[in-house]
């Protein structure tokens, strides 16, 4: 069983900054890439950051420049550093994590229970 849990939403302030955090547990031999997806209300779920075990990143347009996403591979944790938050940004934010129980495991994704972040004034 792998768990993955969040924390760091909330509400801000247009051009305000959040950072939040998903740590990874469980039956874990390997990770591959962490990341955050977002969805808004009656939209699909689009990635908004990922970066491999390597450091190599990619981030959607809407976000480059504001949004940094980092991992700690000896934690097991991805974070997101969210800055010059717009209304836009608003949605329910979730961690995905690429996992393989195993080294006989196929890699598996996992997701986070979601977070709220709302951009308001």
């Known amino acids: 069983q792998v768990q993955l849990v969040e924390s760091g939403g909330g509400l801000v302030h247009p051009g305000g900054s959040l950072r939040l955090s998903c740590a990874a547990s469980g039956s874990i031999s390997s990770i591959y890439t962490m990341g955050w997806y977002r969805q808004a209300p009656g939209k699909q779920r689009d990635l908004v950051a990922r970066?491999?075990?390597?450091?190599?990143?990619n981030y959607a347009d809407s976000v480059k420049g504001r949004f940094t996403v980092s991992r700690d591979n000896a934690k097991n944790t991805v974070d997101l550093q969210m800055n010059s938050l717009k209304p836009e940004d608003t949605a329910v934010y979730y961690c995905n994590v690429l996992i393989r129980a195993s080294m006989y495991s196929p890699f598996v994704d996992y997701w986070g229970q979601g977070t709220q972040v709302t951009v308001s004034s």
């Open positions: 970066i491999t075990p390597n450091g190599s990143t």
